[in-house]
């Protein structure tokens, strides 16, 4: 058989050419117009910014950083960078300014290409930047903080199309994002040429994301977090138009947007679809086939509101930045009986390509019985083997990674999650997980959010401390609560403390951020009620 590397520049060659005429299409907001391009278009761009770079100076191997919202010009690094040979940064507007240092410096990246509209962000922290030799701005605004820059527009305007891509290693670096670092500094993941290929196939699958030709995608989810899920690479490869929303992530501009460019397929966390549900429950998302949704555990709540007010089905799916990211997803077997809401509950059902087992504290493998439960470890040929610059030896275990997730498997590859291992609440010496509770608690319609923390006991060592934001209007109290909670959990799970909050604090991807709720009943920052 021939033997051709499998690189980002194949997937942006196939794209361009067998599906020049499918569509990117960046949103200004719901008072703006919205900017189209045909792949065909953005080709030509691409191979402009290539040589724009290497007209900078970057080379094979070097890092290239993007501090920018979702639109084209993100898409036209997303192929040119690693075409080029060079490594695409993605970095997360979200982390706190000791923390975006820490990852630019730690990549050593020479070149940052930035939303001007992101610029006061960045300039936070330029003066630690060590490494950066060029800041490419995108649009128009106050880049004052920034010192030097270069015009994105101007910049690749004076190139032509038709720049001379290398041949690169299948195995080398195409592109890196770091955890969200919730623990210490962020960890940084290299995604090889080979493995993002094999990722962007595997998406394109029947059994994952089902993304076709004529599709058309609504990128909710960041670029920076785990290159978007793989979304625009498998798009880009089979010719599905990619809808872009920049800065306007509210539910309400949301929901306009679908009803706008009617898309097919969209993918966001948990917060952003309750968003959506609660500020237009008006909107029409009948265009939608599917939503996937993942980031954190989907509450079963939730994915039935959308049946029930939206006709859209939200499809749970389960992944890490470390799994490129997808693993596992919750679609109803062919051959499954009864409802089928007790498999799109589910994690996820593991994915072809990829396998898990469950470990026992001592590193047995434990029985896919569905009960047993233990630590999540999975490898592949999109799952890290280690993190850059940085052993952190105990995050893997004879070749497969540690995932942190505790959860079951059963005998059809259906993962359960319980909870993270470090937040699983340890209750006179039984488990109660943290995740199953807020999904019973956000089933309550006085509750929007709803977040569970182990917290010290003297009898018990440890009991569940329930932070939860009302509903709009709702006045719902903790004994409300607890009753409701009465039949769906074991007794022993509910939780005597609670605290009404305003909002949950959240982590850069927009997960609920548990390690600052631990640290706000510390230092008594929270009004408990028993």
Known sequence: MQDRPLSIGHIFQHGRTIHGDAEILTWNGPEG????????EVGDRVDQLAAALQRLGVSEGDRVGTFMWNNQRHMEAYLAIPSMGAVLHTLNIRLFPDQLAYV??????????????????????????????????????????LG??????????????????PVIDERSAAAMCYTSGTTGNPKGVAYSHRSTWIHSLAVTSSQALRVKEGDRI??????FHANAWGMPYAAWWVGCDLVMP????????????????????????????????????????????????????VPRSLMEAYDDVF?????????????????????????????????RARTGRVLPGVEIRICADD??????????????????????????????????????????????????????????????????GEWISSVDLENELMAHPGVREAAVVGIPDDRWDERPLACVVRADGAGATGEELRGFLDGRVAKWWIPERWTFLDEIPKTSVGKFSKKDLRTMFQAGELTVED
């Not at 117009?33 to 065909?40: D, Q």
């Not at 992944?319 to 498999?343: C, F, H, K, N, Y």
């Not at 942190?404 to 340890?426: L, T």
């Open 218 to 223: 609504l990128l909710i989810v960041p670029q």
């Open 104 to 145: 630019i410096n730690h990549a050593a990246d020479r070149v940052i290409i930035v939303d001007a509209s992101l610029a006061p962000l960045l300039a936070r922290v330029r003066d630690q930047l060590t490494t950066v030799e060029h800041l490419i701005v995108c649009g128009e605004g106050d880049t004052s903080g």
């Open 148 to 165: 030097d820059t270069l015009d994105y527009e101007a910049l690749i305007g004076q190139e032509s199309a038709g720049f001379e891509y």
């Open 246 to 297: 920049q800065q306007f992530l509210q539910g309400g501009p949301i929901a306009q947007l679908i009803e706008e460019t009617k898309p097919t397929i969209s993918g966001a966390v948990p917060t952003v679809l309750s968003d959506i549900l609660h500020s237009a429950p008006d909107a029409d998302l009948s265009s939608l086939d599917y939503i996937v949704c993942g980031g954190s555990a």
């Open 33 to 40: 117009a919205l900017e189209t391009s045909t792949f065909s």
């Open 363 to 428: 590193g047995a493998s434990l029985p896919w019985d569905g009960e047993a439960q233990g630590e999540i470890e999975i490898r592949g040929p999109w799952i890290t083997a280690s993190y850059v610059h940085d052993p952190t030896e105990e995050k893997f275990h004879d070749g497969w990674l540690r995932t942190g997730d505790v959860g079951s498997i059963d005998h059809q590859g259906f993962i359960q999650i319980s909870d993270r291992a470090k937040d699983v609440i340890k209750s006179g």
């Open 311 to 343: 006709g859209v089905e939200v499809v749970q799916a389960w992944g890490m930045t470390e799994t490129s990211p997808l693993a596992a997803i919750a679609r109803v077997p062919g051959r499954a009986d009864g409802d089928p809401m007790q498999w």
